[in-house]
Structures are given as C-alpha cells and as structure tokens.
C-alpha cells in the first residue's frame, strides 16, 4: 500500500517539475500578448487626454492664479468653492453612510427592511448625476430661493452616500466571525463588540470608501450646476452662488477671450492633480491595510 502511495507521489512529482508541453507555452505567450496589447490599446486615449491636457495648460499655470478669482484670471475662487462644498457633502453624509452601512451588516438577520435599504444603495450608485442635480434644486434652490455652497454640498452628499453605505457594508462583513465570537466571550455586549472590535477593525476599508466617494464628488459637474450655479469673484457666505472647478471648466470652455481659454486648461490639471492626490491617498490606504 505505501508503495503505491510512493509511486503516485513520484509520477506526481515528475509531472510537476516536467516543463508544459509546447502547444500550452504558445498559447500562454499568446494570451499575454493580447491582454498587453489591449491595456495599451484602452491606455492610448486616457494618455492622449492627460497629454493634451498637461501641454495645453502647463503653460499658463502660474502661483498667482491660486489666490485669484476668475474675473481676475485665477481659480482660487473655485478651487475654494470645491473644497467647501466636498467638506459639506462629506459632513452630510459620512456619518449617514457609515451608520447605515453598519446597519446593513450587523443587523440584516434581525431587520427585515435590510433588503430594501440595501438594494435603494445600490441603485442610487447608478443614477445619473444630472438627476441628482435636479432633485438637490427641487430640495434646496427652490426652497431657499437661491443657489448656494449648501445647495450644492447637498448634492455631493447624495452621491456620496451610496458609495460610502455599500463600501462599509462590505468593509464589515469582511472581518471574521471569530473577532465578534471573541468579543462575545470576554463579556462585551452586541453594542461594545461592533463599535470597539468591527468597526475598529474595518477603518481602513472605510476610509478607503470615503475617499473614493470625495474623489467622484470632487469631479461632478452637473449637479454643481443646478444647485451652486458659478461665481467670476470670491463667494461672501454659503447661501450665495459659488464657483467651483469643474464648472469653471463647463463655463469658460467656449470663452473667446485666449486668456478664459488657457484658464480652461489650467484649471483641468488642477482639478486632475486633486482628483489625483485622493486616489493616491486611498491607494496607500489599501496598502497599508493588506501589510497589517
């Protein structure tokens, strides 16, 4: 019996460590081929658009324009009225979209209304911004009688939440049972074990969500165009109209004026290179949650 044991172990082994026949070789270098050709093939028009973006603008990227308004060829305005309305997008709803994204995966057995919240999430991900631009007017502008920094934020928020909901659900379920079991029999109560031991656990993956959502809503145009509107000069408070970076690029892309025109490119490379820092910033997120 041990001997035939030995001797699948053997042929098993001589399997292994023979090389792959010639056909499997041809046909995986082949595979290879095609998937690098490809990637490079979808990477050319991304390349092409930062390419033409970098030398358009680069030109006329100066320290000053960070401090000045657009009427006085700057975007200090908007990159301001940008992160003003991202920080009140965020307030709104991070804490919204981490409460319900805990609901969903630590009381889905016990709350038979889990389903519908969950599958409501999943369909505001996929819903057109411009809709949810028109919903923030109807709520907001209308009510108030006036487009603002708040209206605006507003809108952020709401494509911000199903972002943040479905991400810390995921974030949750992936810590294991054994933690909450663990938790469970040191004597800390349901509320203790999610609070103090899951969601300490999950923060990584949470604040990865987080940052993913801020980097969409950082680049969103159409619902900043229902509610905020544009301001040329520096907004005096949130009830007011208020500039931001990818309106000014909506706007001024068809000014005549040469100088509006290469404002146009700066501003792109700009609102890239926000876009670019908070993905990079999640990245290493990412990264530093697999190392622990």
Known sequence: MSGSIQSETDELATEL??????????????????AF????LALIPLL??????LVRGISGLKSDMFVKAVIDNGFGNAILGTIIMVLIGAILSIPTGIMTGIFLAEF????????????ISSILTGVPSIVVGVFAYGVIVLVTKGFSAIAGGF???????PVIILTTEESLKL???????????????????IFRIVVTAAIPGITTGILLAVARAAGETAPLIFTALFSLDWSEEFLSPTASLPVLIFNLYNDPDPEKSQLVWTTSIVLLCLILCVSILSRLVIRQRRIN
């Open 48 to 53: 092409s658009i930062l390419w033409e973006i």
């Open 37 to 40: 050709a490809l990637t490079g």
């Open 155 to 161: 809108a952020l928020a709401v494509i911000m939440l």
């Open 175 to 193: 810590i294991p049972i054994s933690q909450r079991l663990a938790s469970a029999a040191l004597g800390g109560t349901r509320f203790q074990t």
């Open 108 to 119: 889905s057995q016990t709350n038979p209304i889990t389903e519908l919240v969950r599958f």
């Open 17 to 34: 460590c023979s090389p792959l026949p010639r056909e499997r070789v041809i046909f995986t270098y082949a595979m290879n081929a095609i």
